[in-house]
């Protein structure tokens, strides 16, 4: 008995992503220029692994009122101290700045935060980071994310062009400063997961952009006089469904992560899900449609440049023969240019030997007598 399945992905859509290119550019560069903007005016909600300090989460014996246990721990002279819930009612998270007078001072200053907290209160964990090892990792991630645009740049324009480098980078950079942005904007802890989640994100943007753009090229061979935004239509609805099904296994995986994997990696999670999705975005919308504003080579045979005039042997291509269409797709509209000429058939061979001729008795078929 076969299963069958519960449904069906359609395998041929026609939808027209580049009619709202201009629109989506406009807000992905309303986007960027938001996230800059609130780099400078807000900043970043750094975390241990950045700010350096010393990082603590305790549990209480019953529900913790942050706000009242902020004012209290204020008092006891250690410095501006951040206090948040961690996930249950009674688990807190605790983080004060470096103290003067290295290890033991910070050692003392943990110990007085734990005497401030009402009885009962059990340490989970504690996590402490010299300032010297934070302006290390601050380096580290930004040479990280450098770096990685520079290596994806690279192989793009190898693997293609230097107009598909540029947008896949142009790309890039708005998912990050994206993602960015909405962790300015929310406030949420900037640590080293979230720099793990940002090259996670590079890594799936530049893999579905690769996709959609190796089918743009392959569609630029066949059809040369199909205009370029209903060509980049074209291409974009051809791998659609492999998109939709890549998103939707990674989903798959990364919200049930969300919900049950607990506060320690809901931040990795939460940025992988959204960085998801914006790259799908930048693909489709950015990526894609982005060749317009650059141009792209519309021959990779060497075709044009074979018949330019100046180049020793150069000929003259041969114009493709133009059939009108008999199908309303827009593929099919457009006849590929790199389909083979017909051979011409060979003229029949004329018969020398009359209808009736029989060989002589005794001697083969098409044998001479020998002499």
Excluded at 80 to 103: H, S
Excluded at 242 to 270: D, H, K, N, Q, S
Excluded at 320 to 349: C, G, I, Q
Aim: proline share 6%.
């Amino acid at each position: 008995m076969l299963l069958k399945p519960l449904f069906r992905l359609p395998q041929k859509t026609n939808f027209h992503f580049v009619r709202y290119f201009r629109l989506c550019l406009a807000a992905s560069i309303i986007g960027v220029v938001g996230t800059v903007a609130l780099l400078f005016v807000q900043g970043l909600n750094f975390g241990i692994d950045f700010k350096g300090g010393t990082l603590m989460q305790v549990q209480t014996p019953t529900a913790a009122e942050a706000a009242k246990l902020r004012t209290t721990l204020t008092q006891i002279g250690i410095g501006e101290i951040q206090i948040q819930n961690f996930g249950k009612d009674d688990e807190l998270l605790i983080r004060f700045p470096e103290q003067d007078g290295g290890p033991a001072a910070q050692k003392a200053a943990a110990d007085k935060v734990l005497a401030a907290l009402p009885q009962g209160t059990k340490e989970l964990r504690r996590e402490q980071v010299g300032s010297t090892v934070s302006k290390e990792l601050i380096n580290s991630a930004i040479w990280a994310l450098v770096l990685a645009n520079f290596g994806i740049f690279a192989y793009v324009w190898l693997r293609f062009e230097w107009q598909f480098a540029l947008g896949a980078i142009v790309a890039l950079v708005h998912d990050v400063m994206i993602t960015v942005g909405l962790w300015s904007l929310l406030g949420l802890d900037f640590d080293l997961t979230i720099v793990a989640a940002l090259l996670t994100i590079l890594g799936y943007s530049i893999n579905d952009t690769v996709v959609i753009y190796d089918r743009i090229r392959e569609n630029l061979r066949r059809y040369k006089r199909m205009p370029l935004p209903q060509l980049l239509d074209l291409s974009v609805n051809e791998t659609m469904s492999r998109t939709i099904m890549t998103v939707a296994t990674v989903l798959m995986a990364l919200i049930p992560l969300y919900i049950f994997g607990g506060e320690v990696i809901r931040g990795f999670t939460f940025a992988m899900i959204f960085g998801t999705l914006i790259g799908t975005y930048s693909s489709v919308y950015i990526a894609a449609p982005f060749l317009i504003l650059i141009g792209v080579k519309r021959d990779w045979s060497g075709v044009e440049k074979a018949a330019k005039p100046g180049v020793p042997g150069a000929r003259p291509a041969k114009p493709a023969p133009t059939r009108p269409a008999v199908e309303a797709s827009a593929a099919e509209a457009f006849e590929p240019t790199d389909t083979p000429e017909a051979e011409t058939p060979a003229p029949a061979r004329i018969a020398t030997k009359p209808s009736g001729y029989r060989p002589p008795a005794g001697r083969k078929a098409g044998r001479g007598k020998r002499r």
